[in-house]
């Protein structure tokens, strides 16, 4: 499953945010892919979600893939809307 987010918070995905997305993430079975700018991290790595630079305003594309993709793109959606 695929779905882009627009991030409206101050500082977009900057360290606080980041970090309480990449906790979530890592408790998801499925794969979790964000895109930034045509540039792909692993949504449970901390560093390489900051090496996208996503600041306020920015779309990115977060793709989950795995047996319970359905569940986990909620929980994603949920974080996503608390965040920003």
């Not at 695929?2 to 997305?21: N, Y």
């Not at 979790?32 to 560093?47: D, E, M, P, Y």
């Not at 305003?57 to 994603?76: F, H, K, P, Y």
């Amino acid at each position: 499953m695929t779905e882009d987010f627009t991030l409206r918070a101050v500082g977009g995905l900057h360290a606080r945010p980041a970090a309480t997305f990449v906790k979530l993430c890592k408790t998801l079975t499925s794969e979790v892919t964000v895109t930034n700018k045509g540039r792909s991290v692993n949504a449970k790595n901390l560093i390489q979600l900051l090496s996208l630079g996503a600041g306020t305003n920015a779309t990115i594309r977060v793709d989950v893939t795995g047996a319970a993709e359905a569940a986990d793109m909620e929980a994603v959606r949920q974080c996503l809307r608390q965040l920003m």
